[in-house]
């Protein structure tokens, strides 16, 4: 099998510091080799020199709703599921080429996570490792309350919940998705009853799945802890206590802290009417005391529901950890590469070492001196998604002759 030999790399493996000049041979779909230095080649290996430019593992959103588009484009939610679909294939395929080659899905509409993964899966049609959701599962708040709806599922009691949860992993979701207390720009939410949120997460379990929930409060994450929820979205006004139990149950947690940030920085801006300033202004002080903890934080957020945060624009949120929140680029780069590939469920993806996936970044600039390098397309170079380029190119490549 021929091999490619990356040369003279900046390494920023995910975990540690950059590393300079540094060799990294991928065979086929998997990295095989690191090392300080050069490598010698093998006659028909590719050899790439990257003259410097930063090669890190590929980026993991982990709360991604590929059908959004109610901003800019204005796609409505009750839009046909075929143009939902279309737009989620745009959408996933900007993520690509931004340099994040996962996303895990926080809420779908209709089935489309599901059939887009499986396109994506099957190689019709170019895209990242998409984890798929369910539809969000919502507490009714009355009994009668219809229960088919666009984009979520509304629920009464734990036979409902674990209902749905079966249904939608029966169409094609990995994550079941519920709204288990309100907050985070959910204004109006029953919060979930511990039954309600052990049923729908047993079904996921039983099942090979997950689930993940849109909670706030300190009582109501702890809640969803104890009920085996495995991602918390948002968890505003997390406490010590609730510190310790993400720690102990080694829970993954989205804070999506950019859209508030940008609600904060311009309450003219579409959707700031939604967050409320002092959650932000809580969590900008409590997230870098968990990190230092090390509570297994991923970025993701809210992308294509408001016009203040499209599509594409994913790094921002990385810039705001950075410059609004006081955590490093190192560890915000960990965030999005090796605890986001951990919570993929895929095993041996987020870094950059022997035996794992090659799935990874060329970019033109260091990251962990610069974070806003991320910003720039063009400074994006290449996107490698199992040892092929999936986006961009290859800096100049030459074949190896012989050993060196």
């Not at 959910?186 to 919060?191: A, D, H, I």
């Not at 849109?214 to 505003?236: E, F, P, R, S």
């Not at 590469?337 to 799935?359: H, Q, R, S, V, W």
Request: glycine share 10%; proline share 6%.
């Amino acid at each position: 099998m021929s091999r490619i030999v990356f040369r003279n790399a900046n390494l920023l493996d995910g975990d540690k510091p950059a590393r300079r000049n540094t060799s990294i041979v991928v065979e086929g779909e998997r990295i095989t080799e690191v090392t300080a230095g050069n490598v010698a080649p093998r006659a028909g290996d590719t050899v790439v020199d990257l003259h410097g430019m930063t090669l890190m593992p590929g980026m993991v959103s982990g709360h991604y709703h590929a059908a959004y588009s109610m901003g800019g484009d204005k796609i409505p939610m009750a839009a046909p599921p075929t143009q939902l679909a279309l737009y989620a294939l745009s959408n996933v395929q900007k993520a690509l080429r931004a340099g994040y080659t996962s996303l895990v899905g926080a809420g779908t509409f209709h089935d489309v996570d599901g059939r887009l993964a499986e396109a994506i899966d099957s190689g019709a049609v170019t895209g990242p490792r998409l984890i798929p959701s369910s539809r969000a599962l919502s507490p009714k708040v009355t009994e009668d309350e219809p229960s088919e709806g666009v984009p979520w599922l509304k629920c009464w009691g734990p036979d409902d919940f674990r209902a749905a949860a079966i249904s939608e992993i029966e169409r094609g979701a990995k994550i079941v998705k519920v709204f288990a207390a309100q907050g985070h720009a959910m204004r109006s939410c029953r919060e979930m009853t511990y039954e309600e949120l052990k049923a729908a997460s047993d079904a996921a379990h039983e099942r090979g799945a997950r689930t993940r929930a849109h909670v706030c409060g300190t009582a109501q994450v702890m809640k969803c802890i104890k009920a085996g929820v495995d991602i918390i979205d948002h968890a505003d006004w997390m406490d010590d206590e609730v510190i310790d139990a993400l720690i102990a149950n080694n829970r993954f947690v989205l804070p999506s802290m950019y859209t508030p940030w940008l609600s904060k920085d311009d309450k003219t801006r579409d959707g700031s009417e939604y967050y409320d300033e002092d959650d932000f202004e809580y969590m900008r002080a409590k997230v870098p005391v968990a990190n230092a903890r090390g509570v297994k934080f991923v970025p993701g957020d809210d992308f294509g529901f408001f016009d203040m945060a499209p599509h594409g624009s994913y790094s921002g949120e990385l810039v705001c950890y950075v410059e609004q929140v006081g955590i490093s680029p190192v560890d915000v780069i960990r965030w999005a590469t090796k605890y986001g590939g951990e919570m993929t469920g895929i095993p041996d993806l987020g870094t950059i070492e022997p035996g794992k996936l090659a799935d990874m970044v060329i970019v033109d600039g260091d990251p962990s001196v610069d974070i806003r390098v991320l910003l720039d397309p063009a400074r994006i170079v290449t996107v490698i998604k199992g040892g092929e380029v999936v986006s961009g190119q290859l800096p100049v490549a030459q074949p190896a002759m012989a050993a060196e």
